[in-house]
C-alpha cells in the first residue's frame, strides 16, 4: 500500500465537500480549485503526523480557511470571476436569492465570508467555527454579527422572517 | 430551511467539478499551478493533461522551463555575472514511485545574457515548507534572498560581485506563509512582510545599518525607491509613502483598485487598476487606472490594447518611462511582459519568461 493512499482516500471520499465549501468562499470556479490546491499542499505535508494522531477533517477545514483568509490580495489571486453559472431563463425566487447572495458575499470581508459558510453552510456550532478560523468565539460572534447586517442591508429579502430565528441564534 | 441557508445550498450545488485526483497527486508532488486563465483555454488544458493520472507528472515536468532541466548548472560565481532577467524556483522532486522530495528545491537565476545558475544560499523552503521569496532590482543588478546560515537576508550585487548581510537576524520559523520580499531600487533596503495579508506587521531593514521600521501588518510594499516605501492597504483603498525613516501619511482613493504599480517618474502618479463589476472582470484588468497619490483622486481611464485577447494583466511591472509602464501577461506557455503607453493605451512586447511555477521578475514583488 502506497504512504500517500490514505491521504488520498481521505480526499476523494471528501470532494464534492471541499469543493462546495471552496466555492462558496471565493465564488470562482478557478479560484476554488486554486484554493483546494493550496491547502491539499499542506495537508499532504502533514498527512504522515496527521494520520497518525491528527484529526485530520478539523486539520484540513482549518487549513482551507486559513489559505482563504491570508490568500494575497494581489491581482492573480484577488478578481472575481465573471457573472455566476446562468440555470435555465426563468428567474425564480430561489434563482434570484442566488443571485442576490453572490453579490452580498462578494462584499463581505474574507472572515465575514467564512463565518457565513462555516455556520450557516457547514452547520457548525460558534465553538466549531472559532475552532476552524483558529479564532476566539467571540471573534465569530462579532464577525457573524456584521456579516449578517451587511446582510440585511443588502439584501433583506434574505434576512427575512424566516431567517430571523438564525440571526438571533448567533448574535452576541 | 432559512432564505439565507437555501441560497447558500443552491450556490453550492452549482460548484463546478474538479478533478480531484489530480490535485491530490499536485499535492502530494508539493505542486501549485498558477491558473489564471480564461475558463475556457483552462478546460482545454485540464483535459488534455488528465486523460490519465499517469499522464498529469509528464505533462508537469514538461512545462518546466527548459533550463530546470538542463545538465550542468553551476552555482552563481563570484564576480560580476551582468544583471539578471528573472529567477525561478525548482519543483519539488518526484520519483517513479510519487515519493516526493521538496529538499532538493532551490532558487536559481538567469542572466540578461541567458546564463543560469544555482544559488544555494538563497533558502528557497523553511523547515515547516514555507516558501522564502527572494527579489530582485527593478535594473536586474541586484538580488535580494534569504540566508539560512546567516539567518538573516543578503544583498547580492551581480556586477559588483559585492554582498551584504544584513545584520538584522530573523529567525526561519518567521518566515510564514505568504511572506514576500521588495528590494529597494539601490539595494540598501529590505521590506520583509513574514505573512502578506495578515496583521503580522511587516520590516523595513537598511542592510549595511541593520536600522529598521515596522511596516503595519496591514499594509503591503511595493516597491522602495528614493528613499521612499510605497505600501498599499488593499480593499479601503489607501496608498501611503511612508519616508524610509518613517512617517508620512496615507491617502485614501474613492473606489477599490489592485495590482498597483510603483509611483511613476514624475512622483505623483500610480497606476493600478479598478474593481467595479464582477461581471467586466477581464476588462477591468486590461484598463488601468491613472491615480493622484496626493489628493487621491482618480485621473483616468487607459484601456490597454494590442494584448492577448481575453488575458487579464497578471502584474504591473516598472516604469520604463514616464509614459510607458510594464505590464505582465501569462498564458500556457509562460508570462509576457508587455510595455503599455500611458497616452494611447497601445501595448507592444518587451519580453517572454518561460512557464514557472514560481518566477521572480525584476522589480516586482512576489511571494
Not at chain 1, 34 to 45: C, F, P, R
Not at chain 1, 85 to 111: M, N
Not at chain 1, 116 to 129: C, G, P, S
Amino acid at each position: 500500500m502506497d504512504r500517500h493512499d490514505g491521504f488520498r482516500e481521505f480526499v476523494l471520499a471528501r470532494q464534492q465537500a471541499l469543493t462546495r465549501t471552496a466555492y462558496l468562499l471565493t465564488g470562482d470556479a478557478h479560484l476554488a480549485e486554486d484554493l483546494l490546491q493550496s491547502t491539499l499542499v499542506n495537508v499532504a505535508k502533514q498527512w504522515p503526523r496527521l494520520s497518525v494522531d491528527g484529526n485530520p477533517e478539523a486539520y484540513t477545514r482549518r487549513a482551507l480557511m486559513n489559505q482563504y483568509i491570508s490568500w494575497r490580495r494581489r491581482l492573480r489571486r484577488e478578481w472575481p470571476s465573471a457573472s455566476p453559472p446562468e440555470h435555465g431563463v426563468s428567474h425564480d425566487e430561489e434563482t434570484l436569492d442566488r443571485i442576490v447572495l453572490r453579490q452580498v458575499l462578494a462584499r463581505l470581508t474574507r472572515k465575514q465570508r467564512a463565518v457565513l459558510v462555516l455556520r450557516f453552510w457547514e452547520d457548525l456550532t460558534e465553538a466549531q467555527t472559532a475552532e476552524a478560523l483558529g479564532c476566539s468565539v467571540g471573534t465569530v460572534k462579532s464577525q457573524t454579527h456584521r456579516a449578517l447586517a451587511r446582510l440585511r442591508a443588502l439584501a433583506p429579502e434574505l434576512a427575512g422572517p424566516h431567517s430571523l430565528s438564525t440571526f438571533q441564534e448567533v448574535t452576541p | 430551511m432559512t432564505r439565507l441557508r437555501r441560497a447558500l445550498y443552491g450556490i453550492a450545488e452549482e460548484a463546478p467539478a474538479v478533478d480531484m485526483a489530480a490535485l491530490v497527486d499536485q499535492a502530494l508532488a508539493g505542486r501549485r499551478r498558477r491558473r489564471r486563465v480564461p475558463a475556457m483555454m483552462a478546460a482545454v488544458a485540464m483535459a488534455a493533461t488528465v486523460v490519465a493520472t499517469g499522464t498529469v507528472m509528464t505533462a508537469m515536468r514538461s512545462s518546466q522551463p527548459q533550463e530546470m532541466a538542463a545538465p550542468g548548472i553551476t552555482d552563481l560565481p563570484e564576480g560580476n555575472v551582468g544583471p539578471l532577467g528573472y529567477a525561478y524556483e525548482t519543483p519539488c522532486k518526484v520519483d517513479e514511485k510519487r515519493r516526493v522530495d521538496c529538499g532538493a528545491a532551490e532558487w536559481r537565476v538567469v542572466t540578461g545574457a541567458g546564463e543560469t545558475y544555482r544559488l544555494p544560499q538563497a533558502l528557497a523552503m523553511t523547515a515547516k515548507d514555507r516558501r522564502v521569496p527572494v527579489a530582485i532590482s527593478r535594473d536586474g543588478r541586484k538580488i535580494a534572498y534569504y540566508s539560512r546560515k546567516d539567518r538573516a537576508h543578503v544583498v547580492r550585487d551581480l556586477v559588483s560581485g559585492s554582498e551584504t548581510t544584513s545584520p538584522v537576524t530573523v529567525k526561519e520559523s518567521r518566515i510564514g506563509p505568504g511572506s514576500t520580499l521588495v528590494l529597494s531600487d539601490d539595494g540598501r533596503y529590505v521590506v520583509f512582510d513574514p505573512r502578506e495579508g495578515s496583521k503580522d506587521p511587516g520590516l523595513l531593514i537598511e542592510v549595511s545599518t541593520g536600522k529598521t521600521v515596522k511596516v503595519p501588518g496591514k499594509y503591503e510594499a511595493i516597491g522602495v525607491r528614493d528613499g521612499v516605501v510605497e505600501l498599499v492597504r488593499y480593499l479601503k483603498t489607501d496608498l501611503w509613502l511612508m519616508p524610509v525613516t518613517g512617517g508620512g501619511k496615507p491617502v485614501r482613493f474613492d473606489g477599490a483598485f489592485m495590482g498597483f504599480s510603483e509611483l511613476a517618474p514624475d512622483g505623483r502618479t500610480v497606476a493600478a487598476f479598478e474593481r467595479r463589476d464582477e461581471k467586466k472582470w477581464i476588462q477591468e484588468l486590461r484598463t488601468l487606472v491613472l491615480l493622484d497619490v496626493s489628493t487621491g483622486r482618480k485621473l483616468r481611464n487607459v484601456p490597454i490594447q494590442g494584448l492577448p485577447e481575453g488575458r487579464p494583466v497578471m502584474f504591473t511591472g516598472p516604469w520604463r518611462s514616464g509614459s510607458e509602464l510594464t505590464v505582465v501577461v501569462d498564458d500556457e506557455k509562460g508570462a509576457h511582459a508587455y510595455g503599455v503607453d500611458i497616452g494611447t493605451g497601445k501595448a507592444h512586447p518587451l519580453t517572454d519568461y518561460p512557464k514557472a511555477l514560481y518566477l521572480t521578475l525584476p522589480g516586482i514583488v512576489n511571494e
